[in-house]
């Protein structure tokens, strides 16, 4: 026999269903679906069927919790609307829907098709298989215009087929109704609701981790692709204004680009509050006529000021000093322990990093050893031991996609191309394309970023001559260039911090 479903999912959550099947001369055939499936955290999912239509000489009726299809000699349709099979998740919705659940007799050919309001399903699935074994369709791929195909040849009589895709949060209203798993009554070898249950279970574990490696993958193209340069001059009140991507502070870039604080974003940190005027930097002399410099506050810090910048502010000026000099902070312990924990905290609140970025890879390592013992307690007891196989493998999947999943989040991977796209503004723009009155705003207010994105020197260097005579927040010794001694002082800064993090580490 040849069953082709076509599904058509309504932006109300229904599903329009239309299986055609083709039985052989002398043939006749029977399927028996379920409408309550066992799916991942240990619930059951529960299915509605109304609209029941055939022609043919086909006959469909829901038998308690079972839809019950007979097709005789020829081709037959069977039509219907099934309610409950879109779920919300985080950030995404689940469809899953049962294309056969044991016909009688061996299918030839399975094919069908997948519609929805979606323009762009995610990871569609469609699995099959028998009683331990589970196997993904020969084919399964997305149209354009987010039409989903899939076809699997020589499916065995009684054999489980079901397809699974996820869907952007909010594309259908979300019908799926569940229910807690009361446990398995039927002995193994009967027991097709254990079937469903690791069939099922594959399947979300096919696409948890399919999932996964997506984002893995697209964040990693970020990683070694320069963005579209970024625009730092944006029209503001009374003229341009300087605006970083998102609002990124430049003592998050490190963070946000390779998952830790490096040193130089705590210089950076500093060079930042400096040019927004809460620090004041002057160069003194030293010892054998080398430059020290000192550092003042200026402003006091107020609501405009970040946790992670108050606590930099707190290493550096402990106990409300007023002002230090470099050198002082090269021959003391600087604990920036609090820092590097802040700003780690300011990132994953800005929505950029994935908090607790291991927590869903534990927790599937724990569903897998749970679902591990229960299957061995389960075959001790005779019972359905598919049910902790189930289990196992959900966790499997959820243990897979903790382990794929960037520790940045979407946004944050739309930022690290942005922050590409400025390191590329930084040492691709033409400064005689900048107007006159917005030259010294991005000079000075670019000049904390290229730090962090270790293009300070370079940054100081293309404006050469033009660089504004004088800058408020900057005092230089004698009669030396403004800024002349800067890139000294940022190497110097980001020597304490490499300095307290090796103290840290010991």
Avoid at 87 to 111: H, K, R, V
Avoid at 209 to 229: C, K, Q, S, Y
Avoid at 283 to 311: C, K, M, N, W
Avoid at 427 to 440: G, K, Q
């Amino acid at each position: 026999m040849k069953l082709d479903v076509q599904m058509n999912l309504k932006a109300d959550g229904s599903l329009a269903v239309t299986a055609t099947i083709a039985v052989p001369q002398g043939g006749s055939a029977s399927d028996r679906l379920p409408l309550d499936i066992p799916v991942e955290a240990n619930r059951v999912q529960h299915f509605q069927v109304s609209d029941l239509t055939t022609t043919g000489g086909a006959s469909a009726q829901v038998d308690g919790r079972n839809l019950v299809i007979s097709v005789p000699t020829g081709t037959s349709t069977v039509t219907y609307t099934v309610a409950g099979t879109v779920s919300d998740s985080p950030d995404l919705q689940q469809f899953t829907w049962l294309l056969a659940a044991g016909w009688s007799s061996p299918i030839e050919t399975l094919t069908g098709t997948f519609v929805s309001p979606a323009a762009a399903p995610d990871s569609p699935i469609c699995a099959y298989g028998l009683l331990g074994e589970r196997r993904l369709c020969s084919l399964t791929q997305t149209e354009v215009a987010g039409k989903v195909t899939f076809q699997q040849n020589g499916l065995k009589s009684g054999s489980v087929a079901v397809f699974s895709v996820l869907l952007p949060s909010g594309t259908v209203t979300a019908t799926a109704e569940f229910s807690p798993l009361a446990g398995a009554g039927a002995a193994p070898a009967h027991d097709l609701g254990g079937v469903i249950a690791v069939a099922v279970a594959t399947m979300l574990a096919l696409l948890l981790a399919g999932f996964g490696w997506l984002r893995r993958r697209a964040d990693d193209a970020v990683a070694h692709t320069a963005g579209a340069t970024a625009q730092l001059l944006v029209p503001g009140d009374g003229g341009l204004a300087f605006a970083s991507p998102d609002g990124v502070l430049p003592g998050q870039v490190g963070t946000l680009t390779t998952g830790r604080a490096r040193p130089a974003d705590i210089g950076a940190t500093i060079l930042d509050l400096a040019v927004r005027n809460y620090l004041w930097i002057a160069e003194l002399p030293g010892q054998g006529g080398a430059l020290d410099y000192q550092i003042s506050r200026r402003a006091p810090l107020d609501g405009a000021v970040t946790d992670f910048e108050r606590a930099v502010v707190d290493a550096v000026l402990p106990g409300g000093r007023e002002n230090v000099a470099a050198s002082e902070l090269t021959h003391r312990p600087v604990d920036l322990v609090a820092s590097r924990s802040k700003v780690a905290a300011s990132v994953a609140d800005s929505g950029w990093l994935r908090r607790n970025a291991r927590r869903l890879e534990w927790a599937g390592f724990a569903l897998l050893g749970i679902g591990a013992v229960a299957a061995a307690c389960l075959a001790v007891l005779g019972a359905g031991v598919l049910w902790g196989v189930a289990v196992a493998v959900l966790g499997g999947g959820v243990a897979a996609a903790g382990r794929l999943l960037p520790p940045r989040t979407k946004n944050g991977t739309r930022l690290a191309a942005a922050i590409s796209g400025m390191r590329q503004y930084l040492t691709e723009v033409n400064l005689a394309e900048v107007e006159e009155a917005a030259r010294p705003v991005l000079f000075q207010r670019a000049i904390p970023y290229a730090h962090a994105l270790g293009e300070l020197r370079g940054w100081l260097a293309r404006w050469g001559p033009s660089q504004p005579a004088r800058a408020e927040w900057y005092r230089p010794a004698g009669d030396r260039s403004v800024l002349a001694g800067l890139p000294t002082l940022a190497a110097v800064l980001d020597g304490v911090a490499a300095q307290s993090e090796a103290i840290e580490e010991r």
